[in-house]
């Protein structure tokens, strides 16, 4: 009877234990999930993101302005500026002035869907440019500047296209919405020196 209560006390030792290094685990793992998080939203980084976080492309004229706009919203967790829709790899911002690759300039951003939905998204970027000016926002003129909404999945196309067409029935504006909605193609990163250029230069606008 001693033997089998001192097996019976060894048993109940080991789970113990097994448990504890189970909970301990969990703990350092969770810990280190919102660790990495930080980094990556520190160090601004467009990989490794964590599942949560979802990823929508905007094209709305010079992207300084665009990037700064999106960047102030709660929710989004990375930003970056750069060229899609053209016909060229490795297009550089100078390739692009020239009109004659097809790229628009584009911002590309991270987000949690916990935070800030997609809709959200897209009422900042229907809010902040004009979508009537076909190749021009401003003073800039050029395919590069012209309004896109590029998607990344269905649900992405569905609401862009419902929200373009409510906008256009709202009587808000008194000509006809040309903003593209297109899927996502090769998203080439802009120069370093165009990466958050309104937040490094102190300002929140461009002042045309």
């Known amino acids: 009877m001693e033997r089998k209560h001192y097996k019976t006390i060894i048993f109940m030792l080991v789970l113990v234990f097994i448990i504890t290094l189970g909970f301990i685990f969990a703990r350092n793992t969770q810990a280190s999930h919102k660790a990495n998080l930080k980094e990556i939203q520190k160090n601004g980084e467009v990989t490794d993101m964590p599942n949560t976080i979802d990823t929508a492309a905007f094209a709305a004229g010079c992207f300084w302005g665009v990037e700064e706009t999106f960047r102030q919203i709660q929710g989004v967790k990375n930003t970056t500026v750069g060229y899609m829709g053209g016909t060229t790899d490795n297009p550089t911002y100078k390739d692009v002035c020239t009109d004659?690759?097809?790229?628009?300039?584009?911002?590309?951003i991270e987000y949690d869907p916990t935070e800030v939905s997609y809709n959200d998204l897209l009422k900042v970027f229907w809010d902040n440019h004009n979508p009537t000016?076909?190749?021009?926002q401003g003073p800039d003129i050029g395919t590069q500047y012209r309004s896109v909404v590029f998607y990344y999945k269905d649900d992405?196309?569905?609401?862009?296209?419902?929200?373009?067409?409510?906008l256009q029935k709202s009587g808000k504006y008194?000509?006809?919405?040309?903003?593209?909605?297109?899927?996502?193609?090769t998203f080439w990163k802009a120069e370093e020196y165009h990466q958050k250029y309104?937040?490094?230069?102190?300002?929140?606008?461009?002042d045309y």
């Open 100 to 108: 004659g690759t097809g790229h628009a300039e584009t911002v590309l």
């Open 133 to 136: 000016t076909l190749n021009r």
């Open 156 to 166: 992405q196309k569905s609401a862009a296209e419902k929200s373009k067409d409510e």
């Open 174 to 185: 008194s000509r006809d919405i040309v903003t593209q909605i297109i899927p996502a193609a």
């Open 198 to 206: 309104l937040q490094k230069h102190g300002l929140t606008h461009c």
